[in-house]
């Protein structure tokens, strides 16, 4: 099982990122998945999520109407599109995949891809 992040970078405040998850190992489009993000010292947290079948999404409400996570279950990749990013928004970023069956959970997490928003 691997999720590799990519996408991550230096970004002035107002820039776009388009991070990517791509998945490998298991069956990609029977899983939920997110984005998360932590800051050192910090504890993670959801930044975004969205279902198997991408018929819903949540979005913590920070990110909300900037952000946009999108997944393709073709390619096996699930992304994160940030718009008029913050400084506030400098994190290390995760994705991570998520499934329930007969009461027992599977979760993958990714590696991680760095984005910092500075001027």
């Known amino acids: 099982v691997q999720l590799v992040e990519s996408g991550g970078g230096l970004v002035q405040p107002g820039g776009s990122l388009r991070l990517s998850c791509a998945a490998s190992?298991?069956?990609?489009?029977?899983?939920?998945m997110s984005w998360y993000r932590q800051v050192s010292g910090k504890e993670r947290e959801l930044v975004a999520g969205?279902?198997?079948?991408?018929?819903?999404?949540n979005y913590e409400d920070s990110v909300k109407g900037r952000f946009t996570i999108s997944r393709d279950d073709v390619r096996n990749t699930v992304y994160l599109q940030m718009n008029s990013l913050k400084p506030e928004d400098t994190a290390m970023y995760y994705c991570?995949?998520?499934?329930?069956?007969?009461?027992?959970?599977?979760?993958?997490w990714g590696q991680g891809t760095q984005v910092t928003v500075s001027s």
């Open positions: 991570k995949a998520t499934r329930v069956v007969l009461l027992k959970r599977y979760t993958y």
């Open positions: 190992g298991f069956t990609f489009s029977s899983y939920g």
């Open positions: 969205i279902t198997s079948g991408g018929g819903t999404t």
